[in-house]
């Protein structure tokens, strides 16, 4: 390692984690480096909840005011959520009768329901 890597990590150990100076000369490299991707993990799951919570957020104000045409959900905004494909009604009913069959249970006020 160089220099300039021990710096960086002295400065990541003394800032991110804060511990003194004689905590880090007693740490290994391994135990450094995992208690760093500990912290950066958990920063990383912070920040997620953070734009959830702000995606939420934006989510309520945008449906409110009646402006939208569909609900805008908070996974629709972080652009986690998948447009689902419509599934044909000739397709439902068919399927629907497949299982009837299948399980010997027709249910008549199913398919009306479709």
Same mark, same amino acid.
């Given at each position: 390692?160089? !220099?300039? /890597?021990?710096? $960086?990590?002295? %400065? ?13 000369? %007693? ?6 480096? /995992? #208690?760093?991707?500990? &912290? ?6 912070? %920040?997620?909840? @953070? ?6 957020? *934006? *989510?309520? $104000?945008?449906? *409110?005011?009646?402006? &939208?045409? !569909? +609900?805008?959900?908070?996974? #629709?905004? $972080?652009?986690? =959520?998948?447009? *689902?494909?419509?599934? +044909? !009604? ?6 629907? @009768? =497949?299982? %009837?069959? =299948?399980?010997?249970? +027709?249910? +008549? ?6």
């Amino acid at each position: 390692m160089t !220099r300039s /890597d021990w710096t $960086l990590l002295r %400065q990541a150990a003394f800032g991110s984690l804060r511990i003194t100076s004689i905590e880090f000369w %007693q740490l290994t490299l391994a135990e450094l480096l /995992d #208690m760093l991707e500990a &912290v950066h993990e958990n920063e990383s799951k912070r %920040q997620e909840a @953070e734009y959830l919570r702000t995606a939420w957020l *934006a *989510a309520n $104000l945008m449906n *409110a005011t009646g402006n &939208v045409k !569909r +609900p805008v959900t908070p996974d #629709m905004l $972080l652009g986690k =959520e998948v447009a *689902a494909k419509r599934v +044909p !009604r000739t397709d439902q009913i068919r399927t629907l @009768e =497949e299982l %009837q069959r =299948e399980f010997n249970a +027709p249910a +008549p006020c199913a398919v009306e329901a479709l």
